[in-house]
């Protein structure tokens, strides 16, 4: 079973940015889709984006569109999420997520979904 942990979380000043990482212990890693969702207090968990093996991207949330980017490096089974210019309402619980397809991982639904611990985001005002 493929194990995710993610780093990078913590407090940062509205405007300021912070940097995900989440580590795949996988060797096959590069052949299966990535994402990221977030939680924040009271409220479900929300797709925010996601990238395919070969790179590909996709966005959910207007309110992160050119402000947040995913990327991945496949030589080190690791994918990023560079948040910038972080808002207060961006606070949340991060969840690494990984599947077979963009769009399994996507839908955050399928039990083909594996996912991280999560980590704690807090952007003060």
């Known amino acids: 079973q493929v194990q995710l942990v993610e780093s990078g979380g913590g407090l940062v000043q509205a405007g300021g940015s912070l940097k995900l990482s989440c580590a795949a212990s996988?060797?096959?890693?590069?052949?299966?889709?990535m994402g990221w969702f977030r939680q924040a207090p009271g409220k479900e968990r929300e797709f925010v984006v996601a990238?395919?093996?070969?790179?590909?991207?996709?966005f959910t949330l207007d309110s992160v569109k050119g402000r947040f980017t995913i990327s991945r490096d496949n030589a080190n089974d690791t994918v990023y999420l560079q948040m910038n210019s972080l808002k207060p309402e961006d606070t949340a619980v991060y969840y690494c997520?990984?599947?077979?397809?963009?769009?399994?991982?996507?839908?955050?639904?399928?039990?083909?979904?594996?996912w991280g611990q999560g980590i704690q985001v807090t952007v003060s005002s």
């Open positions: 997520a990984t599947g077979p397809t963009l769009g399994t991982v996507q839908s955050g639904a399928s039990n083909e979904i594996i």
């Open positions: 990238i395919n093996r070969s790179r590909g991207t996709t």
């Open positions: 996988r060797r096959t890693f590069s052949t299966y889709a």
